[in-house]
């Protein structure tokens, strides 16, 4: 047999191995990039388990009040107010009780608002665009958060307002809450206040809970981010791994 043919066969053999492994190569690197379906899919994914682990963990006798970073306190204009009560023997004896059937309702206000949360947040988790999903999967810690406050703050507050409303109802609190912050607006120069507090305790506990409630989320989101081994499907472990090797 020809050396020549010989040497030029395995010279071409060599070449035809190398462009076989570079397209397998090339394969094995474009299946591990994430199409814009899957990437849209799989921040859905991600954010439906996310808010629904997140409200649901809210949505718990006590996972307000018996949580000191999630409690919600009465308003901070009557704080000083609040104290004086409570060093006040005779004074907490009238109406220190009454401060923490407020303080109780708000709380149970809050936790039972949580199970109106997931529909609310499936409802822009599903208007989620490419655009908006490329903007979470590559925006760091944090970044779904964000997305679902600006979709969702303003229905969430209308949710929440009916069901705290009837907590707040349930514990007559607008029978000593509102002579207190008459007494106290009344009173604003003495105590220090430069205007009155606003009396719609309503409110106030609703932008608590939201706001308790989105804590609550990020902490789910970053964790998906951070920790692998909460990634459960192969959508989620291959979106976010290719969010990885974007770092």
């Known amino acids: 047999m020809n050396k020549t043919w010989i040497f030029g066969a395995a010279i071409a053999l060599v070449f ?37 682990t997140g409200s649901s963990n809210l949505n718990k006798r006590g996972a307000f009040f018996g949580n000191a970073a999630l409690k919600i306190l009465l308003p901070p204009e009557v704080k000083n107010v609040e104290s004086k009560i409570r060093n006040n023997m005779v004074l907490n004896t009238l109406i220190g009780g009454q401060l923490d059937k407020c303080i109780q309702a708000m709380n149970d206000g809050a936790e039972n608002a949580m199970a109106k949360a997931i529909p609310v947040f ?25 997305f679902l406050k600006k979709t ?4 969430l507050h209308g949710a929440f307002q009916p069901v705290i409303k009837k907590a707040l109802e349930e514990v007559e609190v607008a029978k000593y809450w509102e002579p207190i912050v008459k007494a106290i607006n009344s009173n604003k120069g003495l105590l220090g206040l430069s205007s009155d507090i606003n009396p719609d305790l309503n409110m106030y506990v609703t932008e608590k809970a939201t706001t308790g409630l989105f804590t609550e989320i990020e902490k789910e989101e970053n964790a998906i981010r951070q920790n692998p081994g909460k990634r459960t499907t192969e959508i989620l472990k291959k979106v976010f791994s290719y969010a990885d090797s974007q770092k």
């Open 122 to 146: 499936k409802d822009a988790v599903m208007g989620m665009s490419f655009s908006d999903a490329m903007g979470v999967l590559k925006g760091g810690n944090g970044a779904a958060t964000t």
């Open 16 to 52: 035809t191995s190398c462009d076989v492994l570079m397209q397998a190569g090339q394969i094995a690197a474009s299946s591990m990039v994430p199409t814009n379906d899957e990437v849209v899919k799989g921040l859905k994914e991600a954010l439906v388990n996310g808010v629904t």
């Open 152 to 155: 969702t703050t303003t229905a």
